[in-house]
C-alpha cells in the first residue's frame, strides 16, 4: 500500500525506541520508573468533575456544539485573559475552543500554510510545530536555542533572506524541554521582527500557569498592537491536570482564528458541551487554587536539584513548565546515555535530540510522578552518574 508522505515522512516517534526497551524491561518483571512523558499525575480538582458529572445529566448538553465553543465558554476564556494577562478579547471573534492544543495546532497550522511556505520553529522544541508545518506541505528552517542565550532564540542571527521567506514563526514560553521562561521585553523585539517582515507569531503557552519563580509568564498579547498578527494556544490540560479531557483554546487575531474556524468547521463538530462547562467552572476559579501545583512541583524540582547537585552535576533551576533540562554527564550522544539508564538501572529519561538537534548533549526529566517515585529514580539516577556507568 502506497501512503501519503504526510505519513511515510513524518519524524519518528520521540520515545518509540525507549518504549520497546520499557516494555521488554517491563516484560522481564522490572519496575520501571518514568520520568519520560510530561502527563499529570495529579488528578483534576473535584468541583470540575462534579461540573462535568452534573452537566452530563442534562439531555441538551448531548447534543453538538458550536464548532467554535459555547459562548459561555469563550466568555470564560476572554474573562481569564483579561484578569490574568489584562488582555482584552472578543469572545466571538478572538476565541476558538480546542481539543487541547496539539489539534490545534495542526489544524492552525493547515489554515496558514501552503506547500513551499517557510515556517519558523525553535530547536529543540515539541514536535508538533514542525510535523503541521510538513502536513501542510510547508518547510521549517530551526531557530536554535543555547544555553549561553538562556535558550532564548537569538533573533538578530535569523538570516535576512529566511526572514524574508518566512511566513510564520513558533515560539512556546514557558518552552518545553528547556524550562525557560521568556520576558515581556523579548515578546517586544520579536513582534518588532514580526512586523519588519510581515510575519505571523504563534505562542504555545500551554505551560503559563507552571512557573516556579515568583514572576507569572506573560502573554505575547500583552505587547501593544501585536494582536493583528498574533495566535496564542493554551489548554487547561497542564493548569487544571486535564490532559485526558483534551480542551484548550486558541486566541489572537480575528483573521486568523477565523481561519482556524474554516478548517475546524470542516474537520470535527466541537467538543462535549459537559467538558466545556466544566471548563468554565476551571478557568472562573481564583489564581490562588492552583497554588497548590506550584507548590508541588517546585518540591519535585528541588529533589531533582539537589540529588545532581550531590552528584556533581549543576543544573540551572527550571524557570517554569514540570520538566528539568540536564547536560548529559558524559558521551555525547542523549540516545545512547537514556538507553543505557534505562537498561541498568530501570528508569525512563527524555533524551533531547528528541526535540531536535540542538537538543543534543542533554536529557530531560519530567517531575510528573509522585515524590517517593521520583526520589527512588534519582537514587537510581544518582548511584549510575556516580559509577559513570
Ligand atoms: C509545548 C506543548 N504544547 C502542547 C502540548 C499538548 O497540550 P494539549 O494536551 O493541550 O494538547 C504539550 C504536551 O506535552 C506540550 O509540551
Redesign the pocket.
Known sequence: MDFSKRVTEVPPYLFAEMDKVQRELEGKGVDVISFGV?DPDLPTPDPIIDTLNAAARDPVNHRYSPYEGLIEFRKAIANWYKRRFGVDLDPVREVHALM????G?IHFLLSVVDPGDLILVLDPS?P?YEVGTRFAGGEVYRVPLLAKNGFLPEISSIPNDVAQKAKLIFV?YPH?PTATVASLDFYQELIGFAREYEIVVCN?L??SELYLEKERPPSLLQVKGAKERVVEFH?L??TFNM?GW?I?FAVGSPELIGALGVIKTNTDSGLFRPIQIAGIKALNQDFREQDYLRVIYRRRRDIVLSKLKEVGLQVDPPQGTFYVWIPLPWGNSSIDFCKTILERCGVVLGPGVGWGQYGEGYFRIALTLEDDRLRAGMDRLGRAIQKGL
Open positions: 510530561g487541547g492544543v496539539k489539534e495546532v515539541y508538533i512556546n518545553n504555545d500551554v505551560y489548554s490540560s497542564k490532559t483534551r484548550g
